[in-house]
């Protein structure tokens, strides 16, 4: 049995892929049960097809309130019987109900190594601040928007050349690898969490090798 999971994207969806390709090796411990784009034309649908996962459009616009939409959403991954729900690039905020009813279940990919960087415009504030490494977090989701207990980062050094499109080239290619090897290890039962935080049994290695740039 594998850990079924909800993949929620608004774009591109090159994170989705990165699961998709993880998800088509023999011994992965999770498949994608379904793909939710909030857009429908979101170029990540397309890759879902490809792939042959089932999908499907909630378009925001269509509902009332932000809870309206939330509710939704819940019931389509509750139907598919998801299990975990990764936003891969899903660029509505969602409801705290949501949040509440997935606490634990529901983890993000963001391009900064949090707390630095939460919300938007992330590559152009690390660059103005100056920092010297950034990188990628993903973690489990509370009501605040880029917070909650982490699981894997990974850290990629900011270059005296770099624009914030550089940067976040360079970061992406670590996405590709740490979102991955979080679910893995999560569906490994390896991810223990401890209040604010997430305590890891790391057995294969994950984390002292999405740690180094
Ligand atoms: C990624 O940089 C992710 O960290 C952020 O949104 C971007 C989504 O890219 N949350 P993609 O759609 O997965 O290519």
Known sequence: MTLRLGVLISGRGSNLQALIDACEAPDYPASIALVVS???DAAGLDRAEQAGLKTTVVDHRDF?????F???IDTRLREA???LVC???FMRIIANEFVDAWAD???NIHPSLLPAFPGLKVHERALAAGVRISGCTVHFVRPEVDSGPIILQSAVPVLPKDTPDTLAARILTKEHQCYPNAVRLIAEGRVKIDGDRTVI?????YL???DCP
């Open 81 to 83: 019987n998801v299990q």
């Open 38 to 40: 909030n857009r429908s």
């Open 64 to 68: 009332g309130d932000a809870q309206a």
């Open 70 to 72: 939330a509710r939704e």
């Open 201 to 205: 049994d790391d057995e294969k290695g």
């Open 208 to 210: 002292t090798a999405a």
């Open 87 to 89: 936003l891969a690039g």
């Open 105 to 107: 279940r529901l983890i």
